[in-house]
């Protein structure tokens, strides 16, 4: 018989990733000796988990629940983000030439990016802290993900953004009711404002002031990618990359689940896969760098990418060559390819971040540094209809009709050819 803590959490502490003091799990994201980051550290001793702990859980991220920072579960804002659908797609794979390829498909989540994992664990948090509001600093998901799940608990809610974010993002946390604060400058500028309301207001800011638990809700992406494949981890996984967070969550999620061995011998190759516009990871990895040199003016179709100055860079790079993986980017060209093939080969209609990890993907097949015979899962991070704008310039030219049958006749011939 399984017994569900349901309350508190298996939080032990905040470590610093660098000088790895320990501090009490409240609302602070900075060493006060070294200013490094924090990071949750759970009493993984304690947790007691089996496959079949997970059989009668809910197909969310929080079946994942000893491995989240939550203490209030009657807190928690669920709007049924994650378990997302691991799609085994054969077509995708035999154009790539490739045997055994995967999408993780996010596109499908609440507001349409996988972004609603970390906002759900971030919102929830912020409940626990008793803030007049939530907010985050974006590129455009992430506003959307904080805004809906602001709004499920009616906690005001204010999104920081750049100008040039697609209409489509903006109309999103909008339409959940959040305040825009649309900024014009690059995405690193408005983040650094967004520091300065953080330290002003008694707000929670996601991806700021909460972001040691904020990062917490993407590692279900990768118990996710575990479970489905029947508790194995893959190969390869490729993750588009903007500040990293990301990647560095999913290799965080492969190696708990190593150490409680819900999965075992974890090799798992992580590739860091970025716009050539903005792609500071990839110009480290390349050179050989520990350190990541800024984009001053990030240049992509891939807009929420497009952080020139990635907060968990250093982090991402360490974890790529650790892995033994690689980064890699692709330009806008490559990108929008990359959304037409996955759309006609799979039905799956990615926004340009996705785009980024398939023509990554391609490089990558086609080079040798994926080979035919390993199991690759790629992650597709968001929905195309995010980005429409962008995808239909490369989108298929279509002819106008009469509503007549002749017209019809002489349009298949064409289309035939
Ligand atoms: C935020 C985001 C990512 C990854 O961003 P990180 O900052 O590296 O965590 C990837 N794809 C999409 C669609 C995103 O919104
Ligand atoms: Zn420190």
Redesign the pocket.
Known sequence: MEVFKLEGSYVKALRCRECRKEFPPTKVYACIHCFGPLEVVYDVDSINLSKASFDSRPRTIWRYRELLPINDWKKIVDLKAGYTPLRKCDRLARALGLKTLYIKD?TVNPTG???DR?AAVAVSKALEFYVEAVGCA?????AAAVAAHAAKVGLPCYVFIPSNTEVNKIAQAATYGANIVAVEGTYDEVNRLALQAAETFNWAFA?INIRPYY?EG?KTLAFEICEQLGWKAPDHII???????????INRGLKQFNELELISDENTRLT?AQPEGCSPIVKAFKSGKDSVEPVEKPQTV?R??A?GD???GVY?LKAVRQSGGVAESASDDEIISAIKLLGKTEGIFA????G??VAVLKKLAESGKVSADDEVVC????SGF?ASEHILEGAPKFEVIEPNLKALERLVVKLRK
Do not use: Y
Request: net charge negative; proline share 9%.
């Open positions: 996010d990016s996988f972004k970390p974006s590129t455009g998901n992430l991806n990062v993407s993750v588009p990359t903007a500040s990293g967070a990301l990647l560095c969550a860091a891939a929420s990418l952080i990635p907060a968990d991402a926004e340009p971040a996705g980024v990890a992650c597709v991070t968001g995010k």
